[in-house]
Every structure is written in C-alpha cells, then in structure tokens.
C-alpha cells in the first residue's frame, strides 16, 4: 500500500488546477509542506505556474492551519487556499 494524502484546492486554486480535491502518493523525502509543495510543483508545469500567482498561500493540515514547516505525514489532509482579504 503506498503512503498517500488528501489534497483540497479552495477558491481561485480550485478553478485554476481544475479540480476541488485530489489523492497524491505521498514522496518518501517529503517531510514538511514546503517539501510537498516542492513536489507537486516539479511534476507539473501547470501547478508551478498556479502557485506561483499565490506566493503567500495559506495551508491547512488536518484542518489546522499550518506554514510551510507544518509536518506532513501519510493519511492527513492538505487544504491550500490564496490568502483572504478583507474590508
């Protein structure tokens, strides 16, 4: 069984990849959400193209918000959305 996680896009990432979630085997060097993000960005032009546009993006793992440094472990969940303003 290979080590996975649940990946979530919200808001403009979720129109930009062209899908809401997704299920991504997890890289046995990836240890951090700066690791994962450095992955997804390598195995697809598209993906380094759209978080590019989101340089400050927020991460969630298992529903708690998080940073680039947050641990990354099989099973969790990641949810990445642009960062919100307001006014």
């Given at each position: ?5 649940t ?9 930009q ?11 046995p ?35 708690v ?22 006014g």
């Amino acid at each position: 069984m290979s080590d996975s996680v649940t990946v979530f896009y919200f808001a403009g990432l979720r129109e930009q990849v062209g899908r809401e979630s997704e299920t991504v085997t997890l890289a046995p060097d990836v240890q951090t959400v700066k690791d994962f993000l450095a992955v997804l960005r390598q195995q697809d032009a598209a993906f380094d193209a759209v978080f590019s546009r989101f340089p400050r993006m927020r991460v969630a793992v298992n529903k708690v918000m998080g940073d680039l440094s947050t641990a990354v472990r099989s099973g969790d969940e990641i949810a990445f959305f642009p960062p919100m303003t307001g006014g």
